[in-house]
């Protein structure tokens, strides 16, 4: 029986897939394309139907529905895109995304993470020094020492000061707060 009939009663075509319907598209892909181990499945996610099925759809009606799925064979260092029918079971489309890096995962996250905390150098985080601009010649200093762990932000501060940004970095998006006491915008 194919996936989509296990789940898809009374379900409209822009519903999202469902935990069942995720799990049987990567299965179906798992088994036509022979996956290894190192295969990391980035996103699964509902393949729109075209505007015709969806403005054609009655109620009550199983749509047929189609995973949209980006993988990363993280042995191969590649990238893949592929198109799996949920209706019938096929894999649709498997093409390879040469230069395409997906987007971080979960798994790579906390490993960066848990890397980071490994490593003393990086206790404090990124840290910048002597930042200067070349304003017509002459260069001019902007920042001696920046250092993540120095940041201050007042999201949620209860104090019925204001802050605003002064000190412009141009586009690099360095600047300073500044404590005011009376808010700008009123």
Not at 40 to 45: A, C, D, E, I
Not at 118 to 133: I, S
Request: charge should be negative; charged fraction near 25%; include cysteine.
């Amino acid at each position: 029986m194919p996936a989509a009939e296990d789940s898809a009663t009374a379900r409209h075509p822009l519903d999202p897939l469902t935990g069942a319907e995720i799990e049987a598209a990567t299965s179906i892909l798992k088994r036509d394309r022979d996956l290894a181990d190192s295969a990391r499945f980035v996103y699964v996610t509902l393949r729109e139907p075209s505007k015709e099925t969806v403005l054609n759809h009655q109620p009550g009606q199983i749509p047929d529905g189609e995973a949209h799925i980006v993988l990363r064979e993280r042995a191969e260092r590649k990238t893949y895109e592929a198109i799996v029918s949920l209706t019938t079971g096929d894999v649709k489309l498997w093409t390879e995304l040469p230069g395409v890096q997906p987007a971080i995962m979960l798994e790579e996250f906390l490993a960066t993470e848990e890397i980071v905390r490994r490593d003393p150098r990086w206790q404090e985080g990124l840290v910048l020094h002597l930042l200067r601009y070349e304003d017509r010649g002459t260069l001019r200093p902007v920042v001696y020492r920046a250092s993540l762990a120095e940041m201050f932000i007042p999201y949620g501060d209860p104090n019925t000061a204001h802050y605003r940004l002064a000190g412009a970095g141009g586009g690099a998006g360095i600047a300073f707060l500044e404590q005011i006491q009376k808010c700008p915008y009123t």
